[in-house]
């Protein structure tokens, strides 16, 4: 099993879950934006210990299922700009902060920006093309929030992980990142 990851689908305590045993140390657990449950756990722990934990935390998934559905309410009732406004907005903010990232850049070259209707990222980047993708509700965050998700995709160039070194990188450009990146946790703001 080293360095692959086996998928199933499995029920415990009434909660239907994915199962992906990685390469972790310990039993993860996570409520999805669409509400669906995910588990992840080391290739040696027991199908029943996985059962278990998922069984025990059922009370924190509800809770985390009705803030997921609470989220979504609310980025719903927040009118989006349509994919023209929303690549214009997103290019321009690539553009402003390519000259800093330039150099990590594939070719040093300014990459390709594209918008999409993602639910579960804000945003990702695929070395292999040179294209930085964001989500279109991303435009109805906060400007702080946006550029966090910028910077984050931008940084994946240098480091395709979430590393120390990754996080270092972005630290350098953004400082307070950590308060930026928790408005993408708060609904965005109402239309007034």
Known sequence: MPGRSSVSTRTAGGICYTLTRRRVRNINLRVRADGSVAASAPALAPVSAVDAFVADRAAWIARARA????????????PLPDREEALACMRALCEAYYPRFAAQCPGGAMPRVVVRDMTTRWGSCSLRTGTLAFARRLCAMPPDAREYVVVHEFCHFAHPD?????WAAVARVLPDW???RALLRTPPPAPE
């Open 67 to 78: 803030a997921v559905l609470a989220r979504r309410e609310a980025e719903a009732a927040v």
């Open 162 to 166: 979430h590393s120390p070194a990754f």
């Open 178 to 180: 950590r308060r930026r």
